[in-house]
T-cell receptor
Framework: DTGVSQDPRHKITKRGQNVTFRCDPISEHNRLYWYRQTLGQGPEFLTYFQNEAQLEKSRLLSDRFSAERPKGSFSTLEIQRTEQGDSAMYLC??????????????FGSGTQLSVL | AQSVTQPDIHITVSEGASLELRCNYSYGATPYLFWYVQSPGQGLQLLLKYFSGDTLVQGIKGFEAEFKRSQSSFNLRKPSVHWSDAAEYFCAGGAGGTSYGKLTFGQGTILTVHP
């Protein structure tokens, strides 16, 4: 168990540029979640995958955001035409996905995005 | 709408003192509830979870929480705080169904521990 890994740890970009983040979940974890956390707030749910299928997306996830999880392994989150309001910590979490009673999310350390 | 509220933004306690962090929830049905801790530069770490059954839940690092349906609360407690407990604490709730990992987090409570 090497934990959930996110790359990069920090990303600084200019407004209008595209950025992509990567998340490597704990091996054998079927579920993968993306959350966003802004300063002084708790994390907010963005989307989640069960294996390679994206099952739910929050209304927070505008058309500029897209997430993939090819082959049910790692996941990427892309933000197109970044805006200053996208500045936040993007958190990834994974879990075994064996029902609510057993659900336990393991979080990565996050990618801190700053849009100038 | 589902919500989780942490009324205290910042709490300061002395090392060795007892601690209670408040959490209130608003859900249509009984949610399952979590407490997470986040240290600077670290990911969120699960302290404990309530799903059903015994309303007093024991967690890691000496923490416990009590689910009180009548008060819609899930407060976190520790009898004696250590300096290493200084961090930000988040209460979170989830609903049943297939989206059970879709959590709603409170705003967080920052804990400062004085020596």
């Amino acid at each position: 168990d090497t934990g959930v890994s996110q790359d990069p740890r920090h990303k600084i970009t200019k407004r209008g540029q595209n950025v992509t983040f990567r998340c490597d979940p704990i091996s054998e974890h079927n579920r993968l979640y993306w959350y966003r956390q802004t300063l002084g707030q708790g994390p907010e749910f963005l989307t989640y995958f069960q294996n390679e299928a994206q099952l739910e997306k929050s209304r927070l996830l505008s058309d500029r955001f897209s997430a993939e999880r090819p082959k049910g392994s790692f996941s990427t989150l892309e933000i197109q035409r970044t805006e200053q309001g996208d500045s936040a910590m993007y958190l990834c979490a994974s879990s075994l996905g064996r029902g609510a009673a057993n659900e336990k999310l393991f979080f990565g350390s996050g990618t801190q995005l700053s849009v100038l | 709408a589902q919500s989780v509220t942490q009324p205290d933004i910042h709490i300061t306690v002395s090392e060795g003192a007892s601690l209670e962090l408040r959490c209130n929830y608003s859900y249509g049905a009984t949610p399952y509830l979590f407490w997470y801790v986040q240290s600077p530069g670290q990911g969120l770490q699960l302290l404990l979870k309530y799903f059903s059954g015994d309303t007093l839940v024991q967690g890691i690092k000496g923490f416990e929480a009590e689910f009180k349906r009548s008060q819609s609360s899930f407060n976190l407690r520790k009898p004696s705080v250590h300096w290493s407990d200084a961090a930000e604490y988040f209460c979170a709730g989830g609903a049943g169904g297939t989206s059970y990992g879709k959590l709603t987090f409170g705003q967080g409570t920052i804990l400062t521990v004085h020596p």
